[in-house]
């Protein structure tokens, strides 16, 4: 895995092809933790057939009630926001290119897939926040 920053924007390459999986094999952007204003998380990102039931990206922090502000996870093919909103139904077996964007101050969060915006969501508050990338059961 490969990243770097540039401004408010995390770059970086994510592949989950490697075997055996791990599910362990994440990312946490430290010394990137955040406050305020616009940042973006972008990967390209590869998910194996075969693989469900875990997380590839969060948006770590939120109010007290919460975790998290944003996780995406493969359950049964089927890339989600959580656990219920299919974003992409056949993720297996081909790269993509991920983009979210957290607006602090604005509570809002957006999922782009290979360029289109498949989600827009509330945030969910929270002082401290930092994007975590990788494949990991909850």
Not at 84 to 105: A, C, G, Q
Not at 108 to 137: P, Q, W
Request: aromatic residues 14%; glycine residues 8%; neutral net charge.
């Amino acid at each position: 895995m490969e990243s770097s920053s540039f401004g408010s924007t995390l770059q970086t390459t994510l592949s989950l092809k490697a075997a055996p999986l791990s599910l362990e094999q994440r990312s946490l952007f430290k010394g990137y933790d955040y406050s305020s204003g616009v940042w973006q998380f972008e990967a390209f990102g590869y998910v194996p057939h075969g693989t469900s039931g875990v997380c590839i990206m969060q948006v770590y922090g939120s109010s007290p009630n919460h975790a998290t502000t944003l996780m995406l996870r493969v359950y049964n093919s089927s890339l989600t926001y959580y656990q219920s909103l299919v974003l992409i139904p056949n993720i297996y077996n081909r790269w993509f290119k991920v983009n979210v964007v957290h607006d602090v101050e604005g509570s809002n969060v957006k999922v782009y897939i290979d360029r289109v915006l498949m989600y827009e969501a509330i945030g969910r508050g929270g002082t401290s926040h930092y994007f975590k990338c990788g494949v990991y059961a909850e």
